[in-house]
């Protein structure tokens, strides 16, 4: 599994929308901001998202983007595979894969199936409710200067 800087940006997107679920949309710029993510860039990630059903769009003087499910209905795994695509570290873990003639007998491909089903495992247990939650417990973080 690779994540992208779409995929990496795409995550960090919904997670600040899942930090201020059930509050008003928040702006592109806003988003941008607090994510650190080039604002054209989060437009197309954020039409990619909309289209997969992640997110919503309000329009007006109060509008803005906000999640289109809840953060507990949200996880991980689905986002990145929307956006990054299939997690196995080689095509050959998929289950119907026939682009080799060994499949059946390599040794390797068991490897990257127990490794790709680890990683799911993973990956689509965590909501963005529970990320959410991780970073809210953790309280402000302060930066002093001199």
């Known amino acids: 599994m690779r994540i992208t800087y779409k995929g990496d940006y795409a995550l960090k997107t919904i997670l600040g929308l899942a930090l201020h679920y059930g509050n008003s949309p928040t702006t592109i710029n806003d988003l941008a901001r607090r994510a650190d993510i080039p ?4 437009e197309q990630i954020l ?27 949200i996880k991980l795994g689905e986002v990145i595979r929307f956006v990054d695509g299939p997690v196995e570290p ?31 495992k993973i990956i689509d247990n965590i909501t ?19």
């Open 39 to 42: 604002t054209k860039f989060l």
């Open 47 to 73: 039409l990619d998202l909309k289209r997969g059903g992640f997110v919503e769009s309000r329009r007006g003087k109060i509008g803005g983007y906000l999640l289109a499910r809840a953060p507990s209905q």
């Open 128 to 146: 963005f409710e529970e990320l959410a939650k991780n970073i809210k417990d953790k309280g402000p973080v302060y930066t002093y200067q001199i």
């Open 90 to 120: 080689i095509a050959c873990a998929g289950k119907k894969y026939s682009g080799c003639n060994d499949v059946y007998k390599c040794v390797f491909r068991k490897i990257w199936q127990d490794v790709s089903l680890a990683t799911s």
